[in-house]
Structures are given as structure tokens and as C-alpha cells.
């Protein structure tokens, strides 16, 4: 079979490349725009690592052949701060200490980014619900949990900080 050529809007720009037949949108993400967060654990749809928005849900991008979704819009981890200000999920998973080894981390926040979306005002047992095909050997899931619902708080004040300067 040839390859064909794909157009994403990812992160809200157009991108277009020539993917392979079986290519996933994981693999198209990290190779062909060079979008490295969202990350290959399993790449059996079940540890989460790898875990985008797709049209704004939530989605296991080691499973999804990108020619199927091609035209559509993906939002990955590097598209979520704005310049130097954090999303508030990325604030509350640093500030609450919700990464360890940071493996989990994109999929994680992206998951919750897709929860957060549809839900503004989760309960901890939708957080549970929202974050549960996603693995972490770290943290005990506690911390992120407190992490998605300080971040929900924050995002109803929408009070951002900046990032800090490299010194």
C-alpha cells in the first residue's frame, strides 16, 4: 500500500506529512511533528502514556491509525500553556507534587484536560472516573486527583502564573 498524505490541525496549526500504511497518531505526533510529551508505554491502549484530545476527548493515540482521523483537530501536552503561562493543570500537578518520574504525567493531564472541558466542576469520583486508563507507578494517584480538582478551582478564578525564567 503507498503512503499517503495527512493533514492534522494539532495544537491549533495545520500540519501535513506523508504517513505510512498502520502509522498511529502517536507515531505521527513524535516523528513527523516532532511532539515528544504524549509518550509510548504500552502501545496497547492500556497505560494512557500516550494519551491526546482528539476533537477535545480524550483518546489513546497508539491505537488510532492517523489516516482515520485526518482533517480532524488533536491537542497534545506542548499545545496546552500559553507562552510562558501555565494551563492551571500544569500549575496544580507541579505545585501539589503530582509527578514523580513524569511518564505518566502528559497523558495524565491531558485526560483531565478532556474532563475539565466537558465537566467544570468534577467530584473526585469523576476525576477517578476520568484519569482511570491511565497508569502511574509513582505517585499512588492521590496527588493527581488533588492536582485535577485544584486545577478546576483555578480555572473558575483563572488566575495564571508565569512560567519561571531559565536561569
Same mark, same amino acid.
Given at each position: 500500500m503507498p503512503s499517503t498524505v495527512v493533514t492534522l490541525k494539532v495544537n491549533g496549526r495545520a500540519q501535513e506529512f506523508l504517513a505510512r500504511p498502520g502509522t498511529t497518531l502517536l507515531d505521527a505526533l513524535r516523528e513527523s511533528c516532532s511532539l515528544t510529551a504524549a509518550k509510548k508505554g504500552c502501545a496497547q491502549g492500556t497505560c494512557g502514556t500516550c494519551t491526546v484530545l482528539l476533537e477535545g476527548k480524550p483518546v489513546f493515540a497508539c491505537l488510532v491509525p492517523v489516516e482515520t482521523v485526518a482533517g480532524r483537530s488533536v491537542a497534545t501536552l506542548e499545545?496546552?500553556?500559553?507562552?510562558? /503561562?501555565?494551563?492551571? +493543570?500544569?500549575?496544580?500537578?507541579?505545585? +501539589?507534587?503530582? /509527578?514523580?518520574?513524569?511518564?505518566? /504525567?502528559?497523558?495524565?493531564?491531558?485526560?483531565?484536560?478532556? +474532563?475539565?472541558?466537558?465537566?467544570?466542576?468534577?467530584?473526585?469520583?469523576?476525576?477517578?472516573?476520568?484519569?482511570?486508563?491511565?497508569?502511574?507507578?509513582? /505517585?499512588?494517584?492521590?496527588?493527581?486527583?488533588?492536582?485535577?480538582?485544584?486545577?478546576?478551582?483555578?480555572m473558575k478564578n483563572a488566575t495564571p502564573i508565569r512560567k519561571k525564567a531559565a536561569e
Open positions: 499545545g496546552l500553556s500559553d507562552g510562558d /503561562t501555565l494551563h492551571p +493543570l500544569q500549575e496544580s500537578f507541579i505545585e +501539589l507534587f503530582a /509527578t514523580q518520574c513524569g511518564f505518566c /504525567t502528559s497523558g495524565m493531564i491531558m485526560a483531565a484536560k478532556g +474532563l475539565l472541558a466537558r465537566n467544570p466542576n468534577p467530584s473526585r469520583a469523576d476525576v477517578v472516573r476520568a484519569i482511570s486508563g491511565n497508569v502511574c507507578r509513582c /505517585t499512588g494517584y492521590e496527588a493527581i486527583i488533588d492536582a485535577v480538582l485544584a486545577a478546576a478551582a483555578k
